[in-house]
């Protein structure tokens, strides 16, 4: 096989716990159009759009429809669509070696350099080697420094830009896909670094056994019997007027003056939430559930200050929901430290990005009061109920959809539907936490969050607008 053919295989879901199953209507015709599709991106354009660092998600909307069903016809529309507004990839000044590897970061010059670094690397070593070491080692963050005395700080940039690293590097993992982890890892080397709070270099110097151990010493509360549940991280933290963005509605501001005013505080939360032994996949199991239902609740209740009927989609949010898909093919992938250092931080920045939005309350117990509102968003069936699977009709109409994002959005929320859907109201695991209104919800948030998600869209799509999420 050619290089790019190496890079760009057929892709083949992952077949690990907690990783989303790909819905039927996949066929040789579309597959084999997604690849060349994949290709064609790869070879074509930068991993950012424009000048402003927006980024390119075609490999996401590609895959994401394609695992959702989409035939060729419709893989090749959301191409032609979405390479419209793309930037011309380009040489960059100078190649990446391991010698000069520190020297270029954070610098999208070097994109097309930092890309053809990490196609050569992984076809020669093993791609959870590469992940392990290039995002996770000492060396690529803080145990080197470049000329100017700078650490590479790698997992920082890979959890970035909203995640989006993170998710391209998520999408190549899912469906071993080498190229499109080639493209996530070169993203996360063109990033910024703005996290070093949440993530400093005590956790890459430290082992797991020092890290509990100073726990036990100096952090938390001696009183505390039971593992601390992220909704008890979410509900301290709302409590706790410290906790704000500082009034700042510029995002990226907002988000500095986070990690600047709040991070050693965000940092002690999850420090105390991250006691657990990542070398317990149960254990490890749990924590990405309540990370999961964490995001989704942040994402969906936060839109509801206006009711139901005024539900906003926070786009800045949804990328909680979208990102933690990728955490199941991700830590399959690492070793035991590493994936507690991934759980950890994803978990820090996921607040960071929560708080700087303006840390908007959750209200549990009000909305789950109310009934599901599939009134009108499902086609009657000849069924005796004259109703079919409300998911059906979500899902058909995310697929072809303009926007990138909600196709992605809605089979996060599929995905946690078909796991978590059976939960009952009161199970212990989540009364027993202190987020008000825990005791209250059940697995029909999921379906829930989808219904008002596509409400909003359409929405957008009624009035003539581009642009289907709130800000």
């Known amino acids: 096989m050619s290089s790019i053919s190496q890079l760009f295989p057929n892709p083949s879901p992952s077949r690990f716990p907690g990783v989303p199953s790909v819905l039927p209507g996949i066929t040789p015709e579309s597959t084999e159009t997604l690849r060349g599709l994949l290709q064609d991106d790869y070879l074509k354009h930068h991993v950012f759009m424009n000048d402003r660092n927006f980024h390119n998600h075609i490999a996401h909307h590609v895959l994401a429809a394609w695992a959702l069903g989409a035939d060729e016809e419709v893989i090749q529309a ?37 890309l053809k670094y990490f196609s050569e690397v992984l076809q020669q070593t093993d791609v959870n080697a590469v992940l392990e070491e290039h995002v996770f080692s000492s060396d690529f963050n803080f145990g080197t420094k470049n000329k100017a005395g700078k650490n590479p700080e790698m ?64 952090g938390g509360d001696k009183r505390e019997t039971k593992p601390l549940h992220a909704f008890t991280v979410l509900a301290r933290l709302m409590k706790d007027q410290k906790i704000n963005n500082g009034g700042v509605l510029d995002l990226l501001e907002a988000y500095k003056l986070v990690m600047e005013n709040c991070g050693e505080t965000i940092l002690k939360y999850t420090t105390e939430w991250a006691r657990f032994d990542p070398a317990d996949p149960k254990v490890v199991e749990v924590k990405l559930e309540e990370l999961q239902w964490t995001n989704v609740l942040v994402y969906f209740m936060s839109g509801l200050k206006g009711g139901r009927k005024d539900f906003k989609a926070d786009f800045f949010t949804m990328h909680l929901v979208t990102s933690s898909l990728f955490l199941p093919s991700l830590l399959a992938a690492l070793s035991p430290p590493s994936k507690h250092l991934l759980i950890r931080t994803y978990f820090s920045v996921s607040l960071a990005w929560w708080i700087a939005r303006g840390k908007p309350s959750v209200d549990v117990t009000s909305f789950f009061a109310g009934p599901v509102p599939v009134n009108g968003t499902v086609n009657e069936s000849e069924s005796k109920s004259g109703k079919s699977n409300p998911w059906f009709g979500t899902i058909q109409h995310a697929v072809p959809h303009p926007d ?68």
Not at 178 to 196: I, R, S
Not at 197 to 206: D, G, K, W
């Open 78 to 114: 959301i191409y032609d669509q979405d390479r419209k507004s793309q930037k011309a990839a380009f040489e960059s000044p100078e190649p990446i070696t391991r010698g000069n590897y520190n020297e270029h970061l954070g610098d999208g010059s070097f994109y097309n350099a930092y």
């Open 404 to 471: 990138e994002h909600l196709v992605k959005c809605q089979r996060s929320l599929a995905h946690y539907a078909s796991l978590y859907g059976s939960r009952k109201k009161g199970e212990p695991d989540f009364s027993e936490t202190e987020l008000p209104g825990a005791d209250k919800m059940d697995g029909t948030l999921f379906l829930r969050a989808a219904l008002l998600t596509t409400e909003r869209v359409k929405r957008g799509q009624k009035d003539g607008a581009l642009w289907y999420w709130d800000q």
């Open 155 to 218: 997992l920082a940039r890979f959890v970035g830009g909203l995640f989006h690293p993170m998710i391209q590097t998520g999408y190549g993992f899912e469906f071993n896909i080498p190229g499109v982890v080639a493209e996530g890892l070169a993203q996360a080397a063109v990033h910024g670094v703005g996290d070093t709070v949440i993530i400093p270099a005590s956790l890459f110097s430290e082992s797991l056994d020092a890290r509990f151990h100073k726990l036990e010493i100096n």
